[in-house]
Structures are given as C-alpha cells and as structure tokens.
C-alpha cells in the first residue's frame, strides 16, 4: 500500500475513533458510513465534525 492510501486509511480509522469516543459521550448511534455516505466530498475536504454538524446533529 502507497503512502497516500496508508493516510486514507488513517484518517477513516480516526474518524472511526472520534464518532465511536462521541456516541459515547453524547449517548448517540451515529455510524460512521452512513454518516459520511451522502457527503463524502465534504468529509473528505474538511472531516467527520463539519459533516456531522451539518448534516445530522441538530441546532
């Protein structure tokens, strides 16, 4: 695996981490694929928080 699928990699994984570490704390049942699966390119650009606030975390 290239350096660059090896970064993707990690970065799904830490995403994985933070959304699992904020359902605990926050007692939500987000689950990462269905998170990011209409706003891919948003996640990618910018991460898991910005597609959660704006797209699934109420106001």
Not at 21 to 31: A, E, G, I, L, P
Request: glycine share 2%; hydrophobic share 35%.
């Amino acid at each position: 695996m290239d350096k660059f699928m090896r970064s993707i990699v990690s970065y799904r994984d830490i995403s994985i981490r933070f959304l699992d570490d904020y359902n605990r704390k926050k007692k939500t049942d987000f689950v990462f694929d269905e998170s990011i699966r209409d706003n891919l390119d948003d996640y990618v650009k910018s991460g898991i928080m910005t597609v959660l606030v704006t797209s699934h975390i109420p106001k």
